[in-house]
């Protein structure tokens, strides 16, 4: 068999080629892109903000998808605790028993994140000339029980205002449905944690909420602050000091609106452990200067420069 020796410059060149070729895996791997598809289950109100943040990373970052199932803040809970999801956004905060069943099952508690303000509004027909209401008189609208105070319920316009000025007679109600974290907070909070009429319509969304208030005169209803448009007018809500405080950016973010809310992000992480790059980069995205902007473009608050945070604790 006849060999062949290799030459000087042949030989410096083989090592050449064979340097380059490990140096190019290494810069390779060193430079890996983030890839993974993220998983999400819950608030319906946040919906539209989700995607926009999952769009927004994509850019960031090609090889990283996010998929949202919008059921409803009472299924972030519920799948956060199947393992079927790493984050629940939610509308509300969780209830103590819906996070007792999640330390019950991993041991340790979800983290809580606020991603975003928001707020409920009361709104009513675009012409409607009501100035305001009171904690009390928004309980004895929409509830039976009168837990905040009121001394009797309140179905007719005439009760609110004179006849001549908003003849339609009885008050047509629309709120959101029982797996909404919109329709938990409303209750718990507008109406002291009471029951609500059973004559209320009930919408999957607040945008159907909205459509349904703006085409009936004799209509009010609840609903997000984001998907409040010029079909409907918010009635400003009395502070406990007696002021009427309509919704704005500012008194949503300062909190001064009586109605005010964050909107959250749960996540599934043990104590001591850190996110997986995917789960980082989406994380990074949302409380860095473009995902708080992305909050404003879809309609919510974004959150005081004080409370933004770009790293999830640890421990």
């Not at 064979?18 to 993220?38: E, H, K, M, V, Y």
């Not at 002291?192 to 909205?210: L, N, T, Y």
């Not at 973010?253 to 599934?268: E, H, K």
């Not at 001591?272 to 980069?281: C, H, V």
Request: proline share 8%; charged share 15%.
């Amino acid at each position: 068999m006849q060999r062949y020796r290799l030459g000087f410059s042949q030989r410096y060149r083989l090592w050449l080629a064979s340097g380059l070729l490990l140096f190019c895996t290494f810069a390779w791997g060193q430079n890996d892109p983030i890839r993974g598809t993220l998983g999400a289950v819950g608030s319906d109100t946040m919906a539209g903000l989700m995607l926009r943040w999952g769009e927004a990373l994509n850019t960031r970052h090609p090889d990283i998808k996010l998929q949202f199932q919008a059921s409803g803040s009472a299924s972030a809970p519920t799948a956060l605790v199947a393992g079927t999801t790493r984050f629940g956004p939610m509308s509300r905060p969780m209830t103590e028993s819906e996070r007792q069943q999640f330390i019950d099952r991993y041991g340790y508690p979800p983290r809580e994140l606020s991603v975003a303000r928001d707020a409920l509004l009361v709104v009513v027909h675009r012409h409607n000339p009501l100035a305001s209401l009171n904690r009390e008189q928004v309980d004895a609208i929409f509830s039976t029980s009168l837990n905040c105070g009121g001394s009797h319920a309140i179905r007719r316009w005439e009760e609110l205002l004179p006849a001549d000025q908003w003849p339609y007679g009885k008050i047509a109600l629309h709120g959101r449905n029982l797996a909404s974290g919109t329709h938990g907070l409303f209750q718990e909070r507008a109406l002291c944690s009471g029951q609500f009429r059973r004559d209320i319509s009930e919408h999957p969304g607040s945008s159907a909420v909205i459509a349904a208030v703006g085409e009936s005169p004799n209509a009010m209803g609840y609903a997000g602050y984001n998907h409040l448009n010029p079909m409907v007018r918010a009635v400003p809500l009395i502070s406990g000091e007696g002021t009427p405080i309509a919704p704005s950016v500012a008194t949503i973010q300062a909190g001064t609106y009586p109605l005010s809310r964050d909107l959250y992000l749960y996540v599934n992480l043990p104590p001591g452990e850190s996110l997986p790059p995917a789960e980082q980069a989406f994380l990074s995205l949302i409380f860095s200067n473009e995902g708080q902007q992305i909050v404003q473009a879809a309609g919510f608050v974004p959150l005081p420069q004080a409370q933004r945070t770009s790293l999830l604790p640890r421990d």
